[in-house]
Each structure stands twice: as C-alpha cells, then as structure tokens.
C-alpha cells in the first residue's frame, strides 16, 4: 500500500512541469510537508470542461487523501479508502466510476515504505521495520495515478461553501522487482508520456496504462521518525546513518 508520502516542491514549480492553466487559492497556499498522511489535504491534478464550455482545462486543486464514494452516508469511510488497487478497480464501485471518468495525478516528491526485517528489534517481540524513501531517480515529480470524487454533505445549504467535499485515492500496484524486496506492492508513479493520456476525460478505458512501466525509482534508508504524524521536516528524507536493513536493496 501507499500510506505516508512527501510533497514538497514549489507550487508555481509543479505548475510549470505540468502545464497548468488553472490554480487553485488553496492549492497555492498548501504548505510542504515531509510526512503526508492519510485524510491530509494533498495536490492532484485534473482535467476537466467548465460548466458553460466544452473546453477542457487542466488545473490543480486539492483534495482530501482518502476517496469518500458520492453515495457514502458521511466522510468516514474516507480513512479506509486511501489506496485502490490497479488490479480489482473496474470491481469496486466506488472506484469504476471515477476510473472511467475521474482520474487525476497526486502530486508527491517521493513516499516512504516499511521493510519487515527477519529478527525483532533489540528488547522487542515485534518485528523489525526499515523505513525507506522512495522518490523517482531524476528528481522530477512523482505523479501517483489517482482517482477523485465529489461528495455532497446533505447536512449542508446551498450557500455553504463546504458543501461539497473533493477526495482521492491512490492507485497502487503489484511491485515491480526491484522495489519487491520492500514492500509487495507500490503506487502507480505514471512516467511523464502518460500524463496526458491518464487525465484526458476523453480517454474512457485508461486499463492499458495500468501495465505502464513506472517511473524509474530510487531508494533510501531513513530512521523511524517518519513513523509519527506528529513529525515534519527535511530531516525525514535524510539518509539512517546506521540502518538495521542488512540486505541492500537494488534500485
């Protein structure tokens, strides 16, 4: 799964990499962070046609982590829907629709996973972890494959300007051989050709792109810090001086 990610470049610079013509006030002002979880707001990317035009615009905007289908009675169902695995989505209904017609790319520089090693931590029981980074190897962008949807707080007047709640969910996949060793599986990083294929509302059946190779990745020990939400800065990306991971991993 994907649970935890970084996002932290320039607004104005992710804007320019991918060609935005629309930026959201508060997708501007949403600061960086280091340690992105779960029901955090996060930047996706969509296109989609004006009310009162036919013309696509592709714009950023942001979303809550965690899809909350329309039909869901309240939000909460949102934490349980942070990931949508590649392989099952035309399966799920709170995932075909949007496939079909709400696709979108999270923004990340990078995100984190959890290695189990073979013997417990020094006085545990528990099994050891190793946190990693992982981040595409040329430095540009991650650009999860995602899905977005709008729900409707029936609770709301039609003059609240939080009546309608935008979320998204991460695509996932089985993980490729090289990042197998850490994690069995891994977001879908679209590679820069397939953006516009991916977030073309045109484009009905985007099931060919999720057999996309993915962006190339790289990968990076780094301490248990990341494991708390309550912890945030560059510090977290910083490579562990003395990781407990004995079996180096290919990238």
Known sequence: MCGRFASFTETQDLADQLAIAELAEDARLLPPSWNVAPTDPVRIVVERAARDSAEVTRSMRLARWGLVPSWAKDPGVGARMINARSETLLDKPAFAKPFAARRCL??????????????????????AKQPYWIHPSDSGVAAFAGLYEFWRNPAASETDPDRWLVTATVVTRPASDRMAPIHDRMPLVLPRETWDAWLDPAVRDASDLLQVDH?????????????SVRNDGPELIEADPEPRDPEPVLV
């Open 106 to 127: 999270v923004l990340a520089d990078g995100y984190y996973e959890w290695r189990k090693l073979a013997l417990p931590a020094a006085g545990s029981t528990k099994v």
């Open 215 to 227: 962006a190339p990745l790289t990968t990076r020990p780094v301490g248990d810090a990341v494991g």
